[in-house]
């Protein structure tokens, strides 16, 4: 077991030394348990949020959940959220209880927490677990805690927060839970959008995201209805031993666990089945489906409430994913001027895992984008010039040039066109009688 943070362990002391029962609870004893480091801590108590806030004075106290009895202890630097112990009442909107009571019962706390390996408590020196968290934590199993069916009915999110943990922890879902998740589906509708993308975004960066999205299809089509048709839809093509579907969840599989990546990967080829044609020869093909991808990819994104720019950097990547990157320095310096570095890189990464997932990659198309990257780490390593900021001449030489307005940008634009791809030198000399001679604006 990883210790824990020794001020979070002070805070307990200090609460259970002022009379109170105090313990850890939640993530972060799962986390110490399983070997890790717990990313942020969470103490419940028996004490009042005003009784929190006295005891633990000196030390900053922010009243981040007061309604619910949550206060932020900030206890030699380290955030704490203390909560008091909570009873939930009946539940009748599927989403919060209608009433929250509190309780001097560190056990009537856990009992309303989702998950088994989540509802054990470190009360300083004891481990409290009593829904069997340590033993699913060794057999890898998320489990709810009491009668699942109940469970999911009182609050739909937890469907999603069990497929985001079997994700993230690599856990399989015990059957009975995974059979109530799957009967509860219809009740998301009750959960705002955000909360669900918000643990969807967490399962997508799972390292179980791919084993979770297809032994849960019925999951993943409720979540993303957009991927629905790609399921089990047979590509007809030599190239492709997978159905849409299979393909680009082994496509996500492949790209780095970042948001942006993993929601592109997924939906990179979620306009296939609309673009669908067969040959004479009985082959299917695709035309136009990154155009189409990118377009459905954004209409979902955006239900969604996906930030902007996750969802503008997603989409671009979507529609970009055939791009034809040839390995010569003048294809690569044009592509990593107009996307950007960052976005450069993370098309690479998606080109390739795409390939990767189709089926064994012919050798020489796996070589070509390897070449692509080299060729771009040396370019990048040159210092060349690949935004305006790097531009030998800028707005005021314009300006001076007589340009005005958009014809401003333009003109330099079209410099820095031809100096990243090596056909000017970036030169002012050289630079400034060419912006002389830029088309002027229209005089009206
Ligand atoms: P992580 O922070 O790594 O995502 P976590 O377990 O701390 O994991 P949180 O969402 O921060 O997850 O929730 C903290 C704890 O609160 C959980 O461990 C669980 O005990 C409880 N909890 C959170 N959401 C729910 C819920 N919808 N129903 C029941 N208990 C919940
Ligand atoms: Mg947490």
Redesign the pocket.
Known sequence: MTEFDPRALALVRRLQGAGHRAAL????V??ALLGLAP??Y?CACSALPEEVMAICAPFPVHPTGLRHGTVTVVWDGLPVEVTTFRREGAYTDHRRPDRVDFTQSLEEDLA????TV??MAWEGDTLVDRFGGQSDLVRQVIRCVGQPER?FQ??A??IV?AL??SA?LDFSISPDTADALLSALPLLSHVAQERITGELI?LLQGPGAGRVLLDYPQAAARLLPELAPAMGFDQRNPHHIFDVYTHSVRTMEGVSPTPVLRLAALLHDVGKPDTFTLDQDGVGHFYGHQERSAAIALETLTRLRVDHATRDGAVRLIGLHSLPLTPTPRVVRRWLRRLGEGPFFQLLELQRADRAACAPAPAAEEDSLAQVEAMARDILAQAPCLTLKDLAVNGRDALAAGLEGPAIGAALNALLEQVAEGELVNDRAVLLPLLAQSPQPPRE
């Open positions: 609870v939640g993530g972060c799962r986390d990313h942020d969470d309303r927490r989702d998950f989540n509802a469970r009182e609050d999110l937890r927060r985001r943990f993230q967490r």
